[in-house]
């Protein structure tokens, strides 16, 4: 191999990023596999100031798909807003979810909502925040254990509905009891440092008012890859396009709701 073609292959390995990889994975049809892969490709590359013409692409992939599921219905409405698009149909299903055992589905309603521009549901918010445990955590479930993720969505949705206070210091004090020594967050106890937690944790202390931190970013950047993929963690590079995309939001320093520039 001459030495010009070892430069430029150097050459395009360094100038590789995590938006670009995400990108680069985008199919003929728009989407980046199914529609939930999608969606989390598309909020990630809108975080990132992805080209309008990928958004555009990946928003129409959305607009054909059917989501049943409460939070797929919020997911792909918050990608396609976004995007640019206006998902009127899946806005007024959001607009009549009523809180109940699955907290992740009043999470991302409020979430999606609030992204559109529209006012959070008192009677959502309420759930939500009775639904707080002693320890300071969300799960997913109400019959669940409390989990980082799921805490680090309920404080952004919480904080986008214009709670702060007790229930936010509360959370971030959750969250804080989950970094490691590696400068990492994990998902429940004992589980070790994940780059999607990580992620999730330095966008919720970012939605709360705080800091995340140094070692947060330092534990990220250990687990950048040379094509701009991220590994799922130390051990495993398991879906590294899933967990590059939900990596972006966090690289850019910006919480749920998005504030994007207009397109």
Known sequence: ?????????????????????????????????????????????????????????????????EPREPTDVALVAMARTVAGDRPDTLLARLRA??????????????????????????????????AQRSSGGWSWHAAAAPDTNDTAAAIQALRAAGIGGRPIERAVAFLRRHQNRDGGFELTDGRGSDAQSTAWAIQALLAAGRTPGAPAYRYLARLRRPDGSYRYSARYATTPLWVTAQVLPALARKSFPLVVSSR
């Open 97 to 130: 979810h009523r809180p109940g055992k699955l907290l992740n589905a009043t999470i991302w309603t409020i979430l999606a909502l609030r992204q559109a521009g529209e006012p959070a549901p008192p009677q959502l918010v309420h759930s939500l925040r009775a």
């Open 1 to 65: 191999m001459g030495l010009k073609l070892l430069a430029t292959l150097a050459a395009t390995v360094a100038l590789a990023t995590p938006a670009g990889y995400v990108a680069d994975q985008q199919r003929d049809d728009g989407g980046f596999g199914d529609p939930q892969l999608t969606a989390w490709a598309t909020l990630g590359l809108a975080a990132s100031g992805a080209d309008a013409a990928t958004l555009d692409r990946a928003a129409a992939y959305l607009a054909r798909q």
